[in-house]
């Protein structure tokens, strides 16, 4: 029993040092002990001997690293040191120079100051000037107030009187024409017409003067007693005609004295022009619209004062190089230092708004007197910001009155924008005081429909402020926020939809409108 034990134990002892195991193996074939007892004996001291070189071996192996790790712990502290001494180095270096700096800049600063005080010394001298200048330009300017008062006062008192004196002159001006062209034509038969009424008296009727009637009357329009052409007949008859008798043609007598209207060479104003008298040709005071200045002789572009049926006069600006000319700007968007708001009211967009020189709005009330008296036709000049231009024309343009909201009938488009204004017709004018759009019936029946307005479906609030005829918000907005270009976010640009989308912002839409010939 004693001797399995001590078997186990030993083979357990091999197994776990496996090199001893062969030591011992060898030493037990080489030097067999007499009995187990020795054999676990010998063991034991081999294995205490094998511990022991172990143990020397590894303070050999713990010595050797603590030596390189001291010296290299030591390499590390020179290194350290070393790098240590350079950066000091660089430091002190470095705060050398900050401190060169601090003073640099505080000399600098000390220069900075005295220009400081330099500058805002010319400064004050400067704003002094400028406020002695704004003075004298507030008193100037109140001064050239106070002479444009007492002027527009002085036009105002003469102004009715100017203008019955213009439509006077120009009705004389237009019968003196007349007569003196009548005149040049009959002098060289006055002989004759003299001769044939000595000789057999007749009296005078329309078809003596067939070709020289004017519309309205059934003779001609001479008035012999308004221009002085009674006393030009007797003259003629008893100065100028020595040949005839100046006393007695069968039984009339030639006296001065007893001269009729029926005896004068030229005949006098008929019975039906009595109604026409004073004025032979209707002229109004100033021009309807452009057509009209066009047609007085002014061909130039530019600003013109018209005065619509029914209205007050009133500023335009005319286009008289545009197919044709002609052309009275209703609404004007240029590219400019400043604009104007559109974003404007009922009543402002009624009456109209802005300087026509450079952007402006003609008025509702004079788009309906303009446009309800003739037909008249619609033009839309624009360019983009890479220097492109469209144009879109409409056949037919009219504006409805007040009560039916300045409702717009406009058809026959032709051009090269795409006809962007079809949503506008029968639609009643919208401002973001008075929603009067069709926005509200597109909203329910398309619930995504592109470009539509805001909850309450106001096509005005929902692009800016702006009024227009509006049938859908996304087709046209020429009273948009100018912008420049393409632009991200709310649809509120001057857009003209179907020649660039609803958001791409016009450089300059000009609509105008014309009298159809």
Excluded at 314 to 337: I, N, Q, S, Y
Excluded at 487 to 511: A, C, V
Aim: hydrophobic share 30%.
């Amino acid at each position: 029993m004693l001797k399995m034990r001590n078997s186990a134990l030993v083979l357990a002892l091999l197994a776990f040092v496996p090199g001893l195991g062969a030591c011992v193996q060898f030493q037990t074939f080489s030097n067999t002990p007499s009995s187990p007892m020795d054999n676990l004996e010998h063991l034991v001291r081999l294995l205490q001997k094998e511990v022991t070189d172990i143990r020397k071996e590894v303070h050999t192996r713990m010595d050797t690293m603590k030596y390189e790790l001291t010296c290299e712990i030591r390499n590390i502290k020179e290194a350290l040191t070393k790098e240590r001494e350079e950066m000091s180095a660089k430091v002190d270096q470095v705060a050398l120079e900050m401190t060169d700096f601090k003073k640099k800049l505080k000399r600098g600063l000390r220069r900075v100051g005295t220009q400081n005080d330099d500058i805002k010394g010319e400064l004050r001298s400067q704003k002094a000037e400028l406020f002695a200048v704004r003075n004298s330009v507030y008193d100037a300017r109140e001064e050239v107030l106070d002479k444009g008062n007492l002027i527009l006062r002085k036009v105002n008192a003469t102004n009715g009187t100017l203008v019955c004196h213009v439509s006077d002159l120009r009705n004389k001006l237009y019968k003196i024409n007349n007569n003196l062209a009548f005149i040049s034509e009959e002098h060289k038969k006055m002989m004759d017409v003299v001769s044939r009424r000595f000789s057999q008296p007749r009296t005078y009727n329309s078809e003596d003067y067939g070709e020289r009637l004017l519309p309205g009357c059934t003779y001609t329009p001479l008035d012999t007693h308004e221009l002085g052409l009674d006393a030009l007949n007797r003259t003629y008859l008893n100065d100028s005609l020595p040949g005839l008798p100046r006393g007695v043609d069968g039984d009339k007598t030639w006296g001065s004295e007893d001269i009729s209207p029926e005896d004068t060479l030229l005949p006098t104003m008929p019975e039906d022009c009595n109604d026409d008298r004073k004025k032979y040709l209707e002229y109004p005071p100033m021009p309807r619209d452009c057509k009209d200045v066009f047609d007085l002789g002014f061909m130039e572009d530019g600003v013109y004062r018209i005065q619509p049926p029914g209205l007050s006069s009133r500023e335009v600006f005319c286009d008289h190089h545009t197919a044709g000319g002609g052309w009275t700007v209703m609404v004007a968007r240029r590219k400019l230092p400043r604009h104007i708001s559109f974003n404007r009211s009922w009543h402002e967009y009624e009456v109209g708004f802005g300087e026509p020189n450079k952007e402006y709005w003609i008025g509702l009330k004079a788009l309906h007197a303009l446009t309800s008296g003739r037909p008249h036709q619609l033009r839309a000049d624009m360019e983009d910001w890479e220097g492109n231009t469209a144009w879109a024309s409409y056949s037919f343009f009219a504006v409805a009155g007040p009560e039916d909201k300045y409702r717009l009938r406009i058809s026959g488009y032709t051009g090269t924008a795409g006809d962007s204004m079809r949503h506008s017709h029968l639609q009643m004018f919208s401002t973001v005081d008075q929603d009067n759009d069709q926005e509200n019936s597109y909203h329910l029946r398309l619930r995504v429909l592109p470009g539509v307005a805001p909850a309450g479906g106001s096509c005005a609030r929902g692009r800016g402020g702006g009024g227009w005829w509006w049938g859908r918000c996304a087709c046209t907005q020429p009273t948009g926020q100018y912008r420049r270009g393409r632009y991200q976010g709310p649809e509120r640009g001057i857009t003209w939809w179907h020649w660039k989308d609803s958001n791409y912002s016009l450089k300059t839409l000009l609509i105008k409108i014309r009298p159809l010939e």
